[in-house]
């Protein structure tokens, strides 16, 4: 059997009425101080995963372009040599019918001087286009300003 709950008799209709007000200890939606600091602890492990996987993207894309930067430079030097190695003799001992060894060897010499610098300055060229983690610079700078709940000041 059930009785009906009566107010106390110091409680009036207003009180009843009256919103609750939340502790020092609560926020306004009514979650603990621990709530609270749970969630910003979850969101920032969640960045922080993001951020090393945004990092971890950003160095693979480097490394594939440095790698193809070093590929060219041992291309260039491979190639550089066999070409000296097979074609120089020829173009030396060629040219030395006409204007003896000594001035053959001299001219095939800088000619090879000049294929390999157009090489290296190809390779060169690759490795400048390595941008590094660009990415994950600018979020990271983000985050004091994400923490203090100042977002509107990353835009």
Known sequence: MSHPVNPSPTTTGLERDTPRRA???EA???????DLLSDVS????TLMRQEIALAKAEARQSGTRAGKGVGMFVGAAVGG?????????SAWWGLGRFIGNE???LIVA?????????????GKKEF???RGLQQTTETLSKIPNAVRGHEEENR
């Open 110 to 122: 800088g000619v090879w001087a000049v294929v390999a610098a157009a090489l290296a300055m190809a």
């Open 103 to 105: 001035w053959s060897g």
């Open 128 to 130: 400048e286009r390595i």
């Open 81 to 89: 040599l066999l070409f000296l190695v097979f074609l120089s003799v």
């Open 28 to 34: 306004e939606d009514g979650r603990s101080i621990g």
């Open 23 to 25: 502790s020092a200890l």
């Open 42 to 45: 979850g969101n920032l492990s």
